[in-house]
């Protein structure tokens, strides 16, 4: 049971670039979300899914993609990256409320 | 909307005293859940100790314990016999009934030897 996991650990990007941050779970979750968290921050929601083939906003959504095909994954795509999404970036996932697991986190620059 | 404030940016204590970091929270909702989080420099977050807000009794685990006021919506974490391993950020956070975890700025605590 491998829990959440997130790839890559760290990333550098060109402003403009596209990349997609992956997660995923083998604990049958339903519900994935992901977090950003900026220096002297908590974390705030960037994108959720209650379960496979549904998605939301969150209250930092714009310039991030998100779909979820299967419940495994819940992959976070950067469109044009900006230096303003420089940030780690975090993915959790739940089953039940009140226990929510998290992933190591992505950190990543852009220049 | 849903707020988590910490007021105490940075904390420090000699090791083995007691300390406690002071959360205040705003929700309409009746049923939720408060949580601390530890995150040390590794960045990995990790659950410390969770209130279901429906409970009265204070959530406890080992050396760490809540002090949980509903009415003054307030959630404090106390942390007992403190050890140079204590030492990381923590934050306080509120789940609401959407599963959506709303949270604090973090309090920084370093624990001396």
């Known amino acids: 049971n491998a829990g959440v996991t997130q790839t890559p650990k760290f990333q550098v990007l060109k402003t403009g670039q596209s990349m997609t941050l992956q997660c995923a779970q083998d604990?049958?979750?339903?519900?994935m979300s992901w977090y950003r968290q900026d220096p002297g921050m908590g974390l705030r929601l960037i994108h959720y899914?209650?379960?496979?083939?549904?998605?939301d906003q969150g209250e930092v959504p714009n310039g991030y993609n998100v779909s979820r095909s299967t419940t495994e994954d819940f992959p976070l795509r950067l469109l044009s990256a900006a230096p303003s999404q420089t940030s780690v970036y975090f993915c959790a996932s739940s089953l039940i409320p009140g226990e929510q697991y998290f992933g190591p986190g992505t950190r990543l620059t852009v220049t | 909307a849903q707020t988590v404030t910490q007021s105490q940016p940075e904390m420090s204590v000699q090791e083995a005293e007691t300390v406690t970091l002071s959360c205040t929270y705003d929700t309409s909702e009746s049923n939720y859940y408060l949580f601390w989080y530890k995150q040390p420099p590794s960045r990995q977050m990790i659950l410390v100790i969770r209130q279901e807000a429906y409970k009265q009794q204070n959530a406890t685990e080992n050396r760490f314990s809540v002090n949980f006021q509903k009415a003054a919506k307030s959630f404090s974490l106390k942390i007992s016999d403190s050890q140079l391993g204590d030492t990381a950020m923590y934050f306080c956070a509120l789940e609401d009934s959407n599963y959506q975890l709303i949270w604090g700025a973090g309090t920084k605590l370093i624990i001396k030897p």
């Open positions: 899914s209650v379960g496979a083939g549904i998605t």
């Open positions: 604990m049958n979750h339903e519900y």
